[in-house]
């Protein structure tokens, strides 16, 4: 039943994204979020639904009478170029094991989807549109592993998912999802919206504690902490940190009590050293490689951690446990990037990271004393936040090639184009342009729609 009833919904969605290009771009992130294939159990579990919203994108801009035009900015340009990168890294490789070819064909349809995303997708109502299919994709799996959570009495411990990885990864996920949804939360008028945004973030807070994730409890601190510094209801919102404090204080278990412990000593955890002992391999391939590195998840081929776990002791100022017999994940997002592509795909990383901030603060700059941007300034410092949870939690975890990190970037991208671009008269425009009741805050049609909104007014139509 579950399966005809997702398959009838894709199929409805067929004549809905015929010449519909931010229909499709937005049903394409939200399968390569959701993937269904993982919850989907009968004849709907073998369906390509990856390809089908690949496929009906690609029919929606060849049947769309919108004009297509390329938009590449200093973010978008810096993704490219460490595409290239890491295609000639894997083509380079250290080892001819299948995983890193899976990571690339993964990595070019992300960095396809961030592509469209930046130049379909900019007006305010396709963003909008975006960052609720995320909300809604992430929040399916978030949200049903919390319920899940709450109706075993503590019981339920979230394990990961196939297309997300381990419960470090999926921590990190919905970590980075939240301050989307508290971006829904502020801006909708609609009360309904309003609440169920709210259940979502209280969920999904639920889903990090469930994940037994020591990173993502820190995540979810540091997320406490930025709502504190942001909030206008300060009083009110360190109550309710407050409270919910001490029901996770009353209600986890021994079990997650004791992990959670363990942050306080870790030089002294396994766990910890044995990602240290990760990290310093991986360095080791990118001192030998320093321009390409090794290649996509070299340091999870056999052949590569047998080749340098004799020069292991070239780093023994950091002091660890020898290695393992069996190669492990690099577990960190920057170890990850180093020892798969090299210095030169790192920096390249570091740069789109570094693009993006500078986007967000172009961002604000540009939306002061602009009432009809003041939507793009809070959209703006809310994916900050998910930036900064995506830099202090991956610092642990590999989860630096997932679907919802380019969507980030293309995020900042597209916020940045429509904000430069929107014109002085906007303010008088808007102020005289009807609106239009949709559940979000100040929507109000401009007038005047130049190339670069892409037909923004048949979004409504």
């Not at 595409?83 to 490789?93: E, G, M, R």
């Not at 050293?273 to 321009?291: F, Q």
């Not at 500078?358 to 793009?376: C, H, M």
Request: proline share 4%; charged share 15%.
């Amino acid at each position: 039943m579950r399966d005809a009833m997702f398959l009838a919904a894709m199929v409805a969605i067929i004549p809905m994204g015929l010449g519909r290009p931010d229909i499709c771009i937005a049903l394409w992130a939200y399968v390569s979020l959701l993937d269904p294939n993982n919850f989907l159990y009968g004849f709907g579990a073998t369906l390509p639904y990856a390809k089908f919203a690949t496929g009906l994108t690609v029919v929606a801009l060849l049947t769309s009478q919108e004009k297509k035009v390329f938009y590449c900015d200093r973010t978008t340009a810096l993704v490219l170029i460490f595409l290239v990168i890491a295609a000639l890294a894997q083509f380079t490789a250290l080892s001819d094991a299948s995983l890193g070819w899976d990571i690339l064909d993964k990595l070019w349809k992300i960095v396809a989807l961030n592509l469209l995303v930046v130049c379909f997708m900019r007006t305010r109502l396709r963003i909008h549109l975006l960052i609720l299919t995320i909300c809604l994709a992430v929040g399916f799996n978030g949200a049903g592993e919390a319920l899940k959570y709450l109706l075993s009495g503590g019981g339920h411990k979230v394990e990961g998912m196939p297309s997300w990885g381990d419960n470090n990864a999926v921590a990190l996920i919905v970590l980075m999802t939240m301050p989307m949804l508290a971006y829904v939360r502020e801006v909708s008028e609609a009360r309904s919206l309003r609440l169920g945004a709210l259940a979502g973030i209280i969920l999904f807070a639920i889903c990090v504690v469930a994940t037994a994730s020591r990173g993502g409890l820190v995540g979810l601190l540091i997320l406490a902490l930025a709502g504190i510094a942001k909030t206008r209801h300060k009083v009110r919102y360190m109550a309710a940190l407050l409270i919910a404090g001490l029901v996770l204080v009353r209600t986890v278990p021994d079990s997650w009590t004791q992990r959670m412990d363990t942050i306080q000593d870790a030089d002294q955890d396994s766990s910890f050293m044995g990602r240290v002992v990760v990290w310093k391999l991986s360095t080791l391939i990118a001192l030998d490689h320093p321009l390409l590195g090794g290649g996509l998840h070299a340091v999870q081929s056999q052949n590569v951690w047998d080749a340098y776990v004799p020069s292991f002791g070239k780093l023994s100022f950091i002091p660890t446990e020898e290695p393992d017999v069996r190669p492990h994940a690099a577990h960190s997002i920057y170890f990850e990037i180093l020892g798969d592509t090299g210095f030169l795909g790192f920096l390249v990383f570091l740069g789109i990271i570094a693009s993006c901030v500078r986007d967000s603060f172009r961002i604000k700059a540009a939306a002061r004393n602009r009432p009809d941007l003041q939507w793009a300034a809070r959209l703006a410092s809310m994916l900050q936040l998910s930036l900064l949870t995506f830099l202090i939690t991956g610092a642990a975890l590999s989860a630096a090639y997932h679907d919802l990190v380019f969507l980030l970037f293309a995020l900042f991208s597209t916020v940045r184009a429509v904000v430069v671009a929107a014109p002085s008269y906007e303010v008088r425009a808007l102020a005289a342009a009807p609106l239009q009741v949709t559940g979000w805050r100040s929507r109000r049609l401009d007038p005047v729609s130049p190339p670069w909104r892409l037909h923004s007014s048949k979004i409504l139509k």
